[in-house]
């Protein structure tokens, strides 16, 4: 950790007779805590930014993809969704024409990438199971077991979907649905350190996949309609399609765009590539650091990236914390 006295002040609410002066303008602010890695430090990051440099009171709203938009539609809230992936999102483009969110930039620059996987020593191995085809008539080769993604996260209506188009259960797989993603995390480096078969679904940018080698299972050509098909529950046509490169957004409600410029503004310019992140994200995991602590790292390390990102009296109450 490269300065910990930065660490008390992630915790704390804005300094009195720092950014406090800004706090009448800001007022109370609400941001989704994703209930996976790399988004909750982009939550925290904004959050610190938020908190000492514009003075607000933020509240994290701890969420998942699904969840998060439901609460926007039938609430108006929480004001910021950050990490969006919209690809397995169709409440996105629903609330997107009907004005209800204000999309406002892509959080990772690079977009995220996501997919069927299994360990690099296993391909090796067994190059047939790369493919769709071979993993089915090869089940025992990757443990006769599928990874699935938990409750609430738009990956999971996708992949039921493809096991479902190409009876995943019936050619002898379990379909084992996780809890959080933690536990998904920790069943691949169980496997690695086992050196045991594992297939299932992750992405990237992660720590999991910067560290562990892993191959993607070829799933064929990407299809829009059917891959947008697959994304929806209450698709029955479902079909064989490939994840596309996939947009990661940063939305907010448009009431919230219209009120607070100056957030809007600073919102729209947190982005961070796909190498940023997972350089973070191998810290975090390296140093069993919170995601507070993994913010702490950012801020202090790519104090050039974040500093383009505020105005300049949110920089100058900034630069009293972070030099």
Not at 36 to 51: C, D, N, R, Y
Not at 158 to 181: I, K, M, P
Not at 263 to 285: C, I, K, P, R, S
Request: aromatic letters at 8%; glycine letters at 8%; charged letters at 20%.
């Amino acid at each position: 950790m490269k300065k910990t006295i930065t660490l008390a002040a992630l915790g704390l609410a804005a300094l009195p007779g720092l950014a406090q002066a800004q706090s009448s303008d800001c007022g109370e602010v609400s941001i989704t805590e994703m209930n996976w890695a790399s988004s909750a430090i982009v939550t925290s990051v904004a959050t610190f930014l938020m908190e000492q440099g514009y003075g607000c009171d933020v509240t994290k709203v701890p969420s998942s993809t699904t969840p998060s938009l439901v609460s926007v539609a039938e609430n108006g809230s929480p004001d910021i969704v950050t990490e969006l992936w919209i690809n397995g999102t169709p409440a996105y483009d629903r609330l997107s024409e009907q004005g209800v969110i204000t999309t406002l930039t892509d959080v990772l620059s690079d977009g995220g990438i996501e997919g069927w996987w299994i360990p690099k020593y296993i391909a090796d191995e067994h190059p047939e199971v790369t493919t769709l085809e071979g993993l089915l008539a090869n089940p025992e080769v990757v443990g006769a077991r599928f990874h699935q993604c938990p409750e609430g996260w738009g990956c999971k209506n996708t992949n039921r979907a493809l096991a479902d188009a190409v009876d995943l259960e019936g050619n002898g797989f379990e379909v084992f649905q996780h809890g959080s993603g933690e536990t998904m995390a920790t069943s691949i480096a169980a496997a690695f350190e086992n050196n045991e078969p594992w297939l299932g679904y992750y992405w990237a940018p992660t720590s999991v996949l910067g560290k562990y080698e892993m191959v993607s299972v070829d799933l064929g050509e990407y299809n829009h309609e059917v891959h947008m098909c697959n994304a929806d529950p209450d698709c029955e046509e479902v079909g064989v399609s490939s994840y596309p490169v996939g947009p990661v957004k940063t939305v907010v409600t448009t009431s919230f765009a219209d009120e607070h410029p100056d957030l809007t503004e600073l919102m729209t310019n947190v982005q961070f590539t796909n190498a940023q992140m997972g350089d973070v994200l191998a810290w975090q995991e390296a140093n069993n650091a919170s995601a507070d602590e993994a913010a702490v790292y950012f801020l202090t390390s790519y104090t050039d990236v974040w500093r383009d990102w505020v105005n300049e009296e949110a920089s100058e109450n900034l630069s009293m914390l972070l030099q």
